[in-house]
C-alpha cells in the first residue's frame, strides 16, 4: 500500500550517501544495499484520494523504475490457512485456497476488465432475511455478553466493511448491547493557528459546532462514546517501541476524565496495559479547505473496521457485510482472505433494494499484474 514515491525517495537517499562520488552509482539502487519488499498486488493497492484506476495503478511500486532491477521470489503456500489444519480438512483448504487466489486475481464471474459479479458460494453466506445482521453478530461475536471478560475473547474477531459508515453502523449496534454505563468524549475542534484565516471566517463561516460535524477518514469522530470491556483500535503512532502503532487493537480496562487505561489485543504485545492520552490530531485531506485541528483520544470502537484498516491481520472469525459492495482493486481479496479456516468467514450481502442476496462485485485491476 506504499506508495512508489516513497521507495524512489530511499533510493535516491541512500545514492547519495553512500556512493556520493561513485561514478557508477546510477547503476546500483539503493546505493548497493539490499532491500527486500514484501507484498501481495492482489490486495489493496496505494490509496489515491480522488485518484483514478490509472493513478492508482501508476503509484504502485511495480509502475516504479525501481522494479526492473528487482528479483522477484514468489511463495506459494498459503500460511495462514496452512497452520492448524485438520487433516481431514486438506482438500476442502485447498479448494478454498485456490478460490481466494481466483477472485484476487479477477478469474471469477467472466470477463473482469475492472469490475465482474461473482456468486459467493452458499456455505459463506448469511441467508436468513428476517435479522441478518443479528445473524451476522452472532456467528462473530458468539455469547458476547457472557465472554467480553474473557482477554483472548476479542482478539481475533471482526466484522469488516468497504465503508466507514457501515462500520459506525455496526459499532454502534453492538456498543449499545454491550452491558455497563458508557462515557462520551468530545473533541476540542478549531482551525489551526497557521492558517491564513481572517477572525470572522474563523468565527462566522467555521464556528465550532461546523468544525465538530466533520467526519474524517482516519480520525476520531468529535463524539466518542465508550464503556469498559470494549475493544478500541488506535488510529496514530504512540509508542511504536512498544507495539502502539496505528491499527493496534486494545480493551478498555478504565475510563478516566483525561486518560483512558486500555491492555493490548494484537500483535506482540498482547497483555500488555498502556495508558491512553488526548492528543492533537490534524487530517491531510485535501477536500477540506482549511487545517483542522482537532484535540481528541486517537481511538475509535472496533467490533468492526474497514477492509482497508484489516489489510496485514489474521483473525479465527470474520463477518463480512456488504451493504454496498467493495469499490477498489483487492478489498474483497483481503477481506475474505483475512481468516485462517473457510469455517471462520461469513457473509452478508444486499443488493440495492436492501435485500438479501448471494451476488456481488469483485474490483480487480489485472495491468498491476503485467510487470510480474
Avoid at 537517499?13 to 532491500?35: H, Q, R, W, Y
Avoid at 491531510?284 to 491481520?313: E, H, W, Y
Wanted: some cysteine.
Amino acid at each position: 500500500m506504499i506508495h512508489k514515491h516513497a521507495f524512489e525517495a530511499l533510493d535516491r537517499t541512500l545514492k547519495d550517501i553512500l556512493m556520493p562520488d561513485c561514478s557508477n552509482s546510477e547503476a546500483l539502487p539503493f546505493g548497493g544495499k539490499v532491500i527486500v519488499f514484501g507484498g501481495d498486488f492482489r490486495q489493496i493497492l496505494p490509496v489515491v484520494p480522488n485518484g483514478s484506476r490509472q493513478d492508482i495503478v501508476n503509484a504502485s511500486l511495480s509502475s516504479s523504475y525501481i522494479w526492473n532491477k528487482c528479483k522477484l521470489l514468489t511463495l506459494t503456500k498459503n500460511m495462514r490457512l496452512t497452520v492448524g489444519m485438520n487433516h481431514g480438512d486438506i482438500d476442502k483448504t485447498k479448494e478454498f485456497a485456490k478460490w481466494l487466489l481466483d477472485i484476487g486475481e479477477g478469474k471469477l464471474g467472466g470477463r473482469n476488465d475492472g469490475e465482474a459479479v461473482i456468486d459467493i458460494p452458499q456455505e459463506l453466506l448469511i441467508t436468513e432475511s428476517t435479522n441478518p445482521i443479528g445473524n451476522l453478530i452472532n456467528f462473530v461475536y458468539p455469547s458476547i455478553l457472557e465472554s467480553f471478560n474473557d482477554p483472548n475473547y476479542f482478539q481475533e474477531r471482526a466484522i469488516l466493511a468497504p465503508k466507514n459508515d457501515v462500520v459506525h453502523e455496526i459499532n454502534g449496534t453492538l456498543l449499545a448491547m454491550f452491558p455497563g454505563d458508557h462515557k462520551e468524549y468530545l473533541s476540542s475542534d478549531s482551525i489551526c493557528q497557521s492558517e491564513n484565516v481572517t477572525d470572522h471566517i474563523r468565527h462566522n463561516v467555521y464556528p465550532p459546532d461546523v468544525l465538530n460535524g466533520l467526519k474524517v477518514s482516519g480520525m476520531p469522530n468529535h463524539k466518542l462514546v465508550l464503556k469498559v470491556g470494549v475493544p478500541i483500535m488506535l488510529l496514530r503512532n504512540l509508542d511504536q517501541k512498544n507495539g502502539l502503532c496505528n491499527g493496534t487493537r486494545l480493551q478498555v480496562v478504565k475510563l478516566g476524565d483525561r486518560i483512558i487505561e486500555a491492555k493490548v489485543i494484537s500483535g506482540n504485545n498482547i497483555g500488555t496495559r498502556t495508558f491512553i492520552p488526548r492528543i492533537n490530531l490534524s487530517p491531510s485531506d485535501k477536500r477540506i479547505p482549511f487545517k483542522l485541528q482537532r484535540r481528541q483520544f486517537p481511538i475509535a470502537v472496533c467490533f468492526a473496521m474497514t477492509i482497508n484498516k484489516s489489510q496485514g491481520q489474521s483473525l479465527s472469525k470474520v463477518g463480512l457485510f456488504l451493504k454496498q459492495p467493495v469499490f477498489t482493486h483487492g478489498q474483497l481479496y483481503v477481506a475474505v482472505s483475512r481468516v485462517k479456516s473457510m469455517d471462520g468467514l461469513r457473509m452478508l450481502i444486499l443488493d440495492v433494494e436492501g435485500n438479501v442476496t448471494n451476488k456481488t462485485t469483485n474490483v480487480v485491476y489485472k495491468e498491476i499484474f503485467s510487470n510480474l
